[in-house]
């Protein structure tokens, strides 16, 4: 068994050195992302990845160890990303903050599917560690809606499983968005604005020791 069949324990960090070495990792990573997308893991050794990214095999060694760490690696530059989108709505007004959250949301999975859905499908045959990413996701997805909604991250138990149903409805909505295409962004968008307003009218119902969510959260 070479090591491009060999499943590593998670994406390795980047190597210590210059600005020139962290920009090839990045460089090898934004290759990865666009040879993922169209090809399945299983399908790709690491001789199609090196031919394609145009470089010798033995550097994608020396930033991953393996393909598994290469993959993870692409999925885990992908999370931050969506991520950043998420947190770059901090110090908005509620509304706008949530609005945003949720526009910053769909705009990336509209413009990387095949990530987006690696993401939220667990990738290879519902691998635990992208899982585990998925949730980082989502962790922060929860804590920006309820900033947004009551001013805090802590909310009681019941308000995060209504808000993580919630969010579980939006990846549903959103991977059909993707596959269908036949609505717009914005029409999704208020979709998932208004079905929240209504999670989160039922949550106040249950909790009413909350504070009270800005009007149009």
């Known amino acids: 068994m070479d090591n491009s069949q060999q499943r590593g324990r998670g994406a390795v960090p ?8 962290q920009a090839r990792r990045a460089e090898l990573i934004e290759a990865g992302r666009k040879l993922f ?4 893991y299983d399908a790709l050794s690491m001789d199609d990845i090196a031919r394609q990214a145009g470089v ?8 991953f160890t393996n393909k598994r760490g290469y993959y993870l690696a692409i999925i885990e530059d992908a999370v931050a990303e969506l991520v950043e989108r998420a947190d770059s709505s901090a110090g908005l007004p509620p509304v706008e903050r949530v609005q945003r959250t949720i526009e910053g ?9 095949a990530a ?8 290879v045959g519902h691998d635990t560690e992208v899982l585990a990413i998925r949730d980082q996701v989502r962790e922060r997805l929860l804590a920006a809606i309820a900033e947004g909604a009551w001013g805090r991250e802590e909310i009681p138990p019941l308000a995060r499983a209504a808000l993580v149903g919630w969010l579980s409805s939006v990846e549903g909505v959103t991977l059909d968005w993707l596959g269908r295409q036949e609505l717009s962004r914005e029409v999704v968008r208020e979709l998932l604005v208004r079905t929240l307003r209504g999670t989160v009218e039922v949550i106040m119902e ?10 149009g959260v």
């Open 37 to 40: 997308a169209h090809t399945s």
């Open 206 to 215: 249950f909790e009413p020791e909350l504070p009270e969510p800005p009007v």
């Open 116 to 123: 987006y859905r690696t993401i939220v499908t667990g990738g």
């Open 56 to 63: 010798a095999k033995g550097l994608v060694y020396y930033y």
């Open 105 to 113: 949301y769909l705009r990336y999975a509209q413009h990387n599917q």
């Open 14 to 21: 980047a190597p210590r050195g210059n600005g020139r070495s």
